[in-house]
């Protein structure tokens, strides 16, 4: 339990809890952990979501999968991440995309009945969750924005200034792969590949595997004016 405790410490829902008093409330709630091998789907697109879940191990993709067999990533989540919190409460309380384990994954579970008995007795829980849903529609906002940019240079602009501005430094850090880079961008990998070329080539970026080194903020964030 102190493992558990100490990992959901960095979570939105418990930061605002000592670790003795997220052990109170596991004593008090009935919750369920589980484990998943990499590959393996945690959640299917359709299936009925009943508990808002929780990452203590591990990364997943987010993703929606066409009947073609295409898939395109969402978001990729990592520990103490949370999925499952808002379509919990849905009046259609169904998955609306497939959940799989990126690696090997252990997902801390708890059922609506008990979310809503610590909603209605714990105003610090109900505080947090409330700034869950908002940081999240907010995340929604933005995403909304960036796939409506016209140009994949115009789209993975917007990528690096907001990454920018959360690590503040020229020298990005890129936790996803060329691939699902792509797909968070919604557009086709190779086009992603041949526009880092063409602004490598304007002197504008440089990159290897894991980074992207901006060289010019300027131009970047005028990209995205034009």
């Given at each position: 339990?102190?493992?558990?405790?100490?990992?959901?410490?960095?979570?939105?829902?418990?930061?605002?809890?000592?670790?003795?008093?997220?052990?109170?409330?596991?004593?008090?709630?009935?919750?369920?952990?589980?484990?998943?091998?990499?590959?393996?789907?945690?959640?299917?697109?359709?299936?009925?979501?009943?508990?808002?879940?929780?990452?203590?191990?591990?990364?997943?993709?987010?993703?929606?999968?066409?009947?073609?067999?295409?898939?395109?990533?969402?978001?990729?989540?990592?520990?103490?991440?949370?999925?499952?919190?808002?379509?919990?409460?849905?009046?259609?309380?169904?998955?609306?995309?497939?959940?799989?384990?990126?690696?090997?994954?252990?997902?801390?579970?708890?059922?609506?009945?008990?979310?809503?008995?610590?909603?209605?007795?714990?105003?610090?829980?109900?505080?947090?969750?409330?700034?869950?849903?908002?940081?999240?529609?907010?995340?929604?906002?933005?995403?909304?924005?960036?796939?409506?940019?016209?140009?994949?240079?115009?789209?993975?602009?917007?990528?690096?200034?907001?990454?920018?501005?959360?690590?503040?430094?020229?020298?990005?850090?890129?936790?996803?792969?060329?691939?699902?880079?792509?797909?968070?961008?919604?557009?086709?990998?190779?086009?992603?590949?041949?526009?880092?070329?063409?602004?490598?080539?304007?002197?504008?970026?440089?990159?290897?595997?894991?980074?992207?080194y901006i060289k010019d903020i300027v131009f970047i964030e005028d990209e995205l004016l034009r």
């Amino acid at each position: 339990m102190k493992k558990i405790s100490s990992i959901l410490q960095s979570c939105i829902l418990f930061k605002n809890y000592s670790p003795q008093q997220i052990e109170n409330i596991l004593n008090y709630i009935d919750y369920e952990v589980r484990d998943f091998s990499k590959q393996e789907i945690i959640a299917f697109e359709e299936d009925e979501c009943n508990k808002l879940n929780i990452i203590l191990k591990g990364n997943v993709d987010i993703q929606s999968i066409f009947p073609s067999g295409k898939v395109f990533t969402l978001t990729n989540l990592n520990e103490a991440d949370i999925f499952g919190e808002a379509i919990i409460f849905s009046k259609s309380n169904h998955f609306p995309v497939t959940v799989t384990a990126l690696t090997d994954v252990t997902i801390f579970s708890i059922q609506k009945d008990q979310i809503l008995s610590l909603l209605s007795t714990d105003t610090i829980f109900l505080q947090s969750f409330l700034t869950l849903l908002s940081n999240k529609l907010l995340m929604l906002n933005k995403r909304t924005r960036l796939l409506s940019l016209d140009t994949i240079r115009a789209k993975l602009c917007s990528f690096m200034i907001s990454e920018y501005k959360k690590q503040k430094t020229n020298k990005l850090v890129i936790g996803l792969s060329k691939k699902s880079l792509a797909e968070y961008l919604g557009v086709q990998r190779p086009s992603l590949s041949r526009e880092f070329i063409k602004m490598k080539n304007d002197d504008l970026i440089d990159y290897d595997k894991n980074h992207i080194y901006i060289k010019d903020i300027v131009f970047i964030e005028d990209e995205l004016l034009r």
